[in-house]
């Protein structure tokens, strides 16, 4: 992978594939470059793609404390590597991300997002209020695992689910990162929809939710893509939280090939 300096001078990682229109993709909570790069893979045909480590994660380094616009800048140190102007896709918490980016005046032109795990109203935003504290406590007692099964579980992962998650290869590499938790917590801030701020989102905006995703995430991004200027939603058939690379590559494909044409075109 290649290194850029971020604002504040921290190493951030990120590898380029493909060629084309420049797609940059942001991974959401618990995940790497890597986690993207199934996904990479498939769009890299089409344009070129640019995976990269958030902050703190990965090959990525972690300097001074968090903010959400050191990770804001984070992302427009690799979008300025990857050309003038990007096309973001960003997953779960990767998305609220690139929508800061976005409303914090970052040059993009065509903008997807897939689920993020906001929690409007006031049950979801009491709750929100509650895993905040709780996830803040569990990472200053070095409780990486409760920490990880506690933000799992907020974000709609099944119980069950978690449990053999936990008994699996993979649970090791999720309490690794699990310190990012809390930045990814941050990203959501109280967990509303924050429509005032988004509504200086210029992109042109496809929110995504999966058809089998609990009702309550259905409702957020429909409400997400109405506090949006320019978006338009669409729901993935049998799609979960847990989305399947080759079920979202051919829609960004869509998205952003023929979206591109007709912004260049006019």
Do not use: N
Request: hydrophobic residues 45%; glycine residues 10%; contains cysteine.
């Amino acid at each position: 992978m290649d290194t850029i300096l971020s604002r504040d001078g921290t190493s951030i990682a990120y590898r380029v594939r493909g060629d084309g229109p420049p797609v940059v993709l942001v991974g959401g909570a618990l995940s790497t470059a890597a986690t993207e790069e199934p996904l990479a893979a498939l769009l890299a045909p089409h344009f070129t793609v640019v995976t990269y480590d958030r902050r703190g994660r990965g090959a990525s380094g972690d300097g001074g404390p968090y903010t959400v616009r050191r990770e804001v800048e984070d992302l427009a140190a690799v979008a300025g590597r990857a050309g003038e102007r990007v096309s973001l896709f960003g997953m779960l918490s990767g998305g609220a991300l690139a929508l800061e980016a976005q409303a914090a005046g970052l040059p993009v032109d065509l903008l997807a997002v897939y689920e993020p795990p906001y929690t409007p109203g006031p049950a979801g935003l009491l709750h929100k209020s509650r895993c905040t504290a709780r996830l803040h406590r569990m990472l200053s007692i070095g409780d990486r695992d409760g920490a990880v099964a506690l933000y799992l579980a907020r974000t709609g992962v099944p119980e069950a689910t978690i449990a053999r998650m936990r008994h699996a290869a993979l649970w090791a590499g999720l309490k690794a990162l699990a310190h990012t938790l809390a930045y990814d917590d941050a990203l959501l801030g109280d967990g509303a929809v924050p429509a005032e701020r988004f509504a200086s989102v210029t992109a042109r905006a496809l929110v995504v939710s999966g058809g089998f995703s609990p009702a309550p995430m259905r409702r957020m991004t429909h409400a997400l893509a109405a506090a949006l200027p320019r978006a338009r939603h669409r729901t993935l058939t049998g799609q979960t939280r847990e989305l399947a690379p080759q079920a979202i590559a051919p829609v960004l494909v869509d998205f952003f090939a023929r979206d591109v044409f007709a912004h260049r075109a006019s």
